[in-house]
Structure formats: structure tokens, C-alpha cells
T-cell receptor
Framework: GNSVTQMEGPVTLSEEAFLTINCTYT??????LFWYVQYPGEGLQLLLK?????DKGSNKGFEATYRKETTSFHLEKGSVQVSDSAVYFC???????????FGSGTQLTVLP | DTAVSQTPKYLVTQMGNDKSIKCEQN?????MYWYKQDSKKFLKIMFS???????INETVPNRFSPKSPDKAHLNLHINSLELGDSAVYFC?????????????FGPGTRLTVL
């Protein structure tokens, strides 16, 4: 079936550190891939997406590249800020399943 | 302008009660969804409607009944609430249920069953 495996948290970094949150997906079909972010007490916001192999999604300094050969969509940011503290969700959208399948979420805390 | 809105934001109720959560989107989208987020932050689809027709109905107790009076609204009614129903419920919408479409989420409704 469709699944998404995400790096377990929590992740704690100092401000300006490099961030990587790993995400892999099952290779069934040709899914679109997403990263959503949930700030404390808020709903999910789309952070970035990629719809086909080798696409790179980017937003607010975050990047992720759709890697079909490794079935991965790792989230990266070169220099995190305290305001990036949130829960990050990787997700895949399959047309046949018509639904988003989420990873388990990774809590990121950035310390000043 | 709020794209996807939900009411109420918080809902505290007793076991056995019946309650509803409302969702509205002003994005002109054709498809709407309900997701449940448990205490460990795990998110799972419950229902999806496309143009007022049910297209996804995951394994959810039949105490949960979605209702879509028009394509801008998808309400969730829950009968005979149980302790395990305590969670955050998110509404979302997208243009269509195809593979490329981004889903936009509401702010969530935190349901606490006592």
C-alpha cells in the first residue's frame, strides 16, 4: 500500500544550524510529494511540493528534491531560525488512492 | 481572507453526546476532506467529498457522518461520542482529487470528550 516513512523526532538544533529531515515513500504509482508544517496550536500549512521525479520544491529557505531512484523527499534548510520550530509532515498524494498519506511528523525545536 | 475555516475551534463535551463540526472553504474547490490527528500527531484521512458526493470513506465508525450541503461546505456530525474520539479534526479542500492537487487545511477543531 501507500506509505510514508519519516525521520523520528524530536530534533533540537541551535539557530543557524543545518537541518535535514528524512522522508521516504513507497514507490507505487507516480505520487506527488509534499511537506506540510504545523506551528504550535495551528493547522497544517503547505511548505513545498514536487509533482514529478527530479523536481525541487522550495519555500522560505526550505528545499526538497523528488528522488525517484531512492524514493526519497528529504527536507533541508541551510540555516534554521527559532521561528522554524514546528512539526513537519511529509506526505504523498496518489491519484488512485485519491488521498494524502502522511508520515508520522517530526518535531523540530530551534534554540537561540 | 480565511480560505478554509472550521467551527468551533475547541469543543469539550461529555461521553454519549452528539456534536457537529462545520467546515467552509471559499477557494472555489470541488473536493473537501476530513482528517483526524491523534495525540501523537498522526494524521489520517476520514472522508472525502467531490462535488457533494462521497468519494473516500475510510474505516471510520458509523457514528461519524459527513454531510455536504453544497461544495463549499463539509460538516462532520458525531453521534454517541466516546473518549477515543478526542483528537484534533482538520478539514481540507483541493481543486480536484487528482494527483497534482495541493490540499489546503483549516485551523483544526480540538475535540475533548470527558
Amino acid at each position: 500500500g501507500n506509505s510514508v516513512t519519516q525521520m523520528e523526532g524530536p530534533v533540537t538544533l541551535s539557530e543557524e544550524a543545518f537541518l535535514t529531515i528524512n522522508c521516504t515513500y513507497t514507490a507505487t504509482g507516480y505520487p506527488s510529494l509534499f511537506w506540510y508544517v504545523q506551528y504550535p496550536g495551528e493547522g497544517l500549512q503547505l511548505l513545498l511540493k514536487a509533482t514529478k521525479a527530479d523536481d525541487k520544491g522550495s519555500n522560505k529557505g526550505f528545499e526538497a528534491t523528488y528522488r525517484k531512484e531512492t524514493t526519497s523527499f528529504h527536507l533541508e534548510k541551510g540555516s534554521v531560525q527559532v521561528s522554524d520550530s514546528a512539526v513537519y509532515f511529509c506526505a504523498r498524494l496518489s491519484g488512485s488512492a485519491r488521498q494524502l498519506t502522511f508520515g508520522s511528523g517530526t518535531q523540530l525545536t530551534v534554540l537561540p | 481572507d480565511t480560505a478554509v475555516s472550521q467551527t468551533p475551534k475547541y469543543l469539550v463535551t461529555q461521553m454519549g453526546n452528539d456534536k457537529s463540526i462545520k467546515c467552509e472553504q471559499n477557494l472555489g474547490h470541488d473536493t473537501m476532506y476530513w482528517y483526524k490527528q491523534d495525540s501523537k500527531k498522526f494524521l489520517k484521512i476520514m472522508f472525502s467529498y467531490n462535488n457533494k458526493e462521497l468519494i473516500i470513506n475510510e474505516t471510520v465508525p458509523n457514528r461519524f457522518s459527513p454531510k455536504s450541503p453544497d461544495k463549499a461546505h463539509l460538516n462532520l456530525h458525531i453521534n454517541s461520542l466516546e473518549l477515543g474520539d478526542s483528537a484534533v479534526y482538520f478539514c481540507a479542500s483541493s481543486q480536484d482529487p487528482g494527483t497534482r492537487d495541493t490540499q489546503y487545511f483549516g485551523p483544526g477543531t480540538r475535540l475533548t470528550v470527558l
